[in-house]
């Protein structure tokens, strides 16, 4: 019996249909949202199926699975995100069907992938990729990136998606979907990943493990927790060291030392919140660098109002001299007319 791509996923990460599906009629989209359950589907023998999905056999037949594989599977949930994957309905409609992520997936994620993660998460990263490309505005050979896929030159050694990520070297500017570091020959200077409560354990612990090994030379974790109530984050910095991480502490007021760019990486509380924050500063000044995109834009601004101001002046002059001129003229011409001259 040829197994579905739909019961092979099913079979796959323990799952089974449940909610509402919406149909529109031949030929259309039918997307259909899946809570995970424990299967209760009978057994299939493992067949290839073509087209977009996993093509793992039913963990129940074919290839044991290790004990940890199998509590990955076994793990999948929806407070991880989900994926849409695409498979033909028996009328012939095309059907996108949400599925449940496993913390393997958000390890490795594929393009179109949904994660759950909160504004804080989202402002931190912003803010950080903000700084950074303002820092370097006028170097085109560093990039800065937020949740674009890094292919690694280590062989056997999977993709990661980090928060953020910065690199210097780079040869040509590209609309980057992804980045392979074989191809372009450099790789992330900087990597800076925000937890999150449900996948935390990815980031404290495998990636250090295995951002180590893709040579990463700095990884800081910005670690978010909640703590009665509120959002509490630590901050966590490793340097590769003889090709492993070697945990760096925090120095005063709990900063930590960004090298690559030159900046202290610190923690604030938001007044308006009562959560944590994270704040660079200026290493020069000790102060806390703002918002470096409305930074750079008011001093846009600022300049193109003083350009402004300029111009306006030198009309003024421009005008003062045509009519210094247009005074001479008319003495002149007064004086011709009394023959004075």
């Known amino acids: 019996m040829v197994v579905s791509l739909r019961e092979r996923w099913y079979n796959h990460y323990g799952v089974q249909a449940r909610g509402l599906r919406r149909i ?14 424990m299967s209760s589907a009978p057994k299939h023998a493992s067949r290839s ?7 793992q056999s039913d963990p129940r037949s074919g290839p044991k699975l290790s004990p940890k594989k199998r509590a990955g599977i076994e793990r999948a949930s929806f407070k991880y995100g989900y994926r849409e994957i695409q498979v033909k309905g028996p009328d012939g409609d095309i059907e996108y069907e949400r599925v449940p992520l496993t913390l393997e997936d958000v390890l490795h994620p594929q393009f179109g992938d949904v994660h759950v993660l909160s504004e804080a998460h989202g402002d931190d990263c912003v803010y950080l990729r903000d700084v950074f490309k303002a820092r370097y505005q006028d170097d085109h050979s560093v990039v800065v990136f937020i949740d674009v896929g890094i292919f690694w030159d280590i062989p056997g050694l999977k993709h990661h998606s980090p928060d ?36 935390r354990v990815n980031d404290v612990n495998t990636k ?12 800081v974790i910005v670690d978010a927790q909640e703590k009665a109530g509120r959002r509490r984050v630590a901050l966590m910095r490793y340097r590769l060291a003889d090709g492993h991480y070697e945990r760096q502490g ?12 030159g900046l202290w990486l610190g923690v604030r509380t938001d007044p308006q919140t009562g959560g944590d924050r994270v704040a660079l500063f200026d290493p020069s000044t000790g102060q806390e660098i703002g918002d470096y995109a409305v930074l750079h834009r008011k001093r846009a601004e600022a300049e193109a109002r ?20 247009r005074v001479r003229q008319l003495e002149a011409e007064l004086r011709r007319l009394r023959g004075e001259g």
């Open 250 to 261: 925090p120095e005063e007021h709990g900063r930590v030392w960004l090298e690559p760019v």
């Open 306 to 325: 003083a350009d402004q101001a300029e111009a306006r002046a030198d009309q003024a002059e421009a005008r003062a001299d045509q009519a210094d001129e």
């Open 164 to 199: 953020v990520s910065l690199i210097f070297g780079v040869k040509k500017r590209k609309e980057w979907k992804s980045f392979h570091v074989k191809t372009e020959k450099v790789r992330p200077a900087l990597i800076v990943e925000v937890t999150s409560p449900d996948t």
């Open 208 to 219: 250090v493990e295995q951002y180590a090994q893709a040579k990463v030379p700095h990884y």
């Open 24 to 37: 529109c009629g031949a030929g259309s989209l039918v997307y259909t949202d899946r809570e995970p359950l």
């Open 49 to 55: 199926v073509p087209g977009p999905g996993p093509t």
